[in-house]
């Protein structure tokens, strides 16, 4: 019978392997079977999943207290699941999977902090042949512990969470970055995120309303052009209106506003202007007294 489950496996996994996984892990009562090579050599496992008891204790522990599990190989296994429920907290990163090349030293550690009375349950893959869980007490003495350890031939799906649930440091999240691409006309590049790079995009700037700084002013002598804002490197905007009862004048880029002249541009009494540069703002208009209304920011 054994050599017939050996030839059987052997063929499903040549023909259809992810159909023989499938069958085999969907029977509760099937016992483990093994990939071997045309030599006997076993190359890996499917089947049921296996408890690990020495990993696993249902022994309340003292304040400050440790259980320290058994050393064991997990290198035919593709996945580590531990569940724990404990009456009291942890230490903090009291939980942790550890794992072995040689069963001596521990070199990889996976830590987590389990809060009382909130069960949780972490996946981890076997990244080294070895492998046992410790954990180490809160300080108040537990009244219920319960740490179990699956080792699973087949991964199953990690932690399940809700939209609405709150998300927690304390899980086995699998990360997934990503990053937005920009065509530069022959290969596509990766957008930078800060402005000195290219990316119109400012995290620190807060998308609230600015403050604004009034610039209105009275025409002190008419027929004279007079500054209505000085150069400004860190103007978004300036927006006014004529509020006088005649035709005005304004130059938005350094020079002196004109009647006619270059660059200035000519605001019917009562119109409204916007200027879109940062350089000094020069307004004239013909008659002493004579007000504009204006804003910058």
């Not at 408890?51 to 204790?57: D, P």
């Not at 903090?92 to 040689?102: E, M, W």
């Not at 403050?211 to 027929?223: K, N």
């Not at 006014?240 to 006619?260: D, K, M, R």
Request: charged letters at 15%; glycine letters at 8%.
């Amino acid at each position: 019978m054994k050599r017939f489950a050996r030839i059987l496996c052997a063929a499903l996994f040549a023909a259809a392997p992810v159909f023989a996984a499938q069958r085999l892990d969907r029977d509760p009562a099937a016992t483990p079977v093994y990939v071997v090579d045309a030599n006997g050599n076993i190359n890996g496992v499917v089947g049921n999943s296996t408890l690990s008891t020495a990993n696993s204790t249902t022994a309340n522990l003292a304040n400050g207290a440790v259980f320290t599990g058994t050393s064991e190989e997990v290198k035919d296994y593709a996945s580590i699941q531990v569940s724990v429920f404990s009456s009291h907290a942890s230490a903090t990163n009291g939980l942790s999977l550890q794992q072995s090349s040689d069963g001596t030293n521990w070199d990889i550690t996976d830590a987590f902090t389990v809060s009382a009375t909130t069960g949780i349950a972490i996946q981890v893959q076997p990244a080294a042949r070895y492998f046992r869980l410790v954990y180490t007490n809160g300080s108040t003495l537990t009244t219920s512990l319960r740490i179990q350890t699956v080792l699973h031939a087949v991964a199953p799906r990690g932690s399940s969470q809700r939209p609405s649930d709150a998300r927690s440091n304390e899980n086995d999240f699998e990360e997934m970055l990503a990053y937005n691409m920009v065509f530069n006309g022959t290969t596509w590049d990766r957008a930078r995120g800060t402005t000195a790079n290219g990316l119109l995009v400012d995290m620190s700037r807060n998308p609230v309303l600015p403050l604004g700084t009034d610039r209105s002013v009275a025409v002190t002598t008419g027929g004279t052009a007079q500054q209505l804002a000085a150069a400004n490197t860190a103007r978004s905007g300036l927006k006014g209106q004529n509020t006088s009862a005649e035709v005005c004048w304004y130059n938005e880029i350094g020079g002196t506003a004109a009647v006619n002249g270059t660059g200035s541009f000519s605001v019917p009494a009562g119109g409204s202007f916007s200027v879109s540069t940062q350089r000094a703002i020069s307004y004239l208009c013909p008659t002493t007294g004579s007000k504009v209304a204006a804003t910058e920011w």
